[in-house]
């Protein structure tokens, strides 16, 4: 496994606004994944974080809404910009290591008031 | 759509007992499955891969049944610590992975 970590761990934010979430891994890694869990909810992808391109967003993710950045093999930033409460969830970045198989960072918990 | 469905539960078990988990999938292409265990306020951890043939890791074992569609997870001999929620998830091909919403599982003393 690798050891992935987030930042901010958790933040409090007003509607409107936007937060940059990182994500940053102690290796170097091809594959980067930006995830969401809603409340009471699932894992929902959000993008895939390419190296030297642009992310690769699911259906209903926007690139407006949810801008990616991913400089090099180790670190990856998500922002959520325009917040509204409906932003409210648990933000999670993940890499692969190995062939299909994916590892989490701890989350960044988001609250918009 | 491609869907993963599981049973939310929860399960309540007494310590000791034997716990099994079902979940299908509906995409027949998907390339491989596995269990994810998440705690409360927790990031989703990887408990094991599934094969086709099976495969067991002490306590635990996972079965898949590509006709069918459907993966299982056995937990033997529960432990308090095995309180969790665990994930059904499929990987459907280009590292594309598809959650299952979980089964809540409550082991008591």
């Known amino acids: 496994s690798a050891v992935i970590s987030q930042k901010p761990s958790r933040d409090i934010c007003q509607r409107g606004t936007s937060l940059t979430i990182q994500c940053q891994v102690d290796?170097?890694?091809?594959?980067m994944f930006w995830y969401r869990q809603q409340p009471g909810q699932s894992l929902t992808l959000i993008a895939t974080?390419?190296?030297?391109?642009?992310?690769?967003?699911e259906s209903g993710f926007v690139i407006d809404k949810f801008p990616i950045s991913r400089p090099n093999l180790t670190f990856s930033t998500l922002t959520v910009s325009n917040m509204s409460p409906e932003d409210s969830s648990i933000y999670l970045c993940s890499v692969e290591l190995v062939r299909q198989t994916q590892y989490f960072g701890p989350g960044t918990r988001l609250l918009v008031l | 759509r491609k869907e993963v469905e599981q049973d939310p539960g929860p399960f309540n078990v007494p310590e000791g007992a034997t716990v099994a988990f079902n979940c299908t999938y509906s995409n027949s292409a998907s390339q491989s499955f596995f269990w994810y265990r998440q705690d409360c306020r927790k990031e989703p951890k990887l408990l094991m891969s599934?094969?086709?043939s099976g495969n067991e890791d002490g306590r635990f074992t996972a079965q898949l049944n590509r006709a069918s569609q459907y993966i299982s997870l056995l937990i033997r001999d529960s432990k308090l610590s095995d309180s969790a929620t665990y994930l059904c998830v499929v990987n459907e091909g280009y590292s594309t992975l598809t959650f299952g919403k979980g089964t809540m599982l409550l082991v008591s003393p």
């Open positions: 290796s170097q890694v091809t594959m």
């Open positions: 599934v094969y086709s």
């Open positions: 974080a390419n190296q030297g391109s642009e992310a690769t967003y």
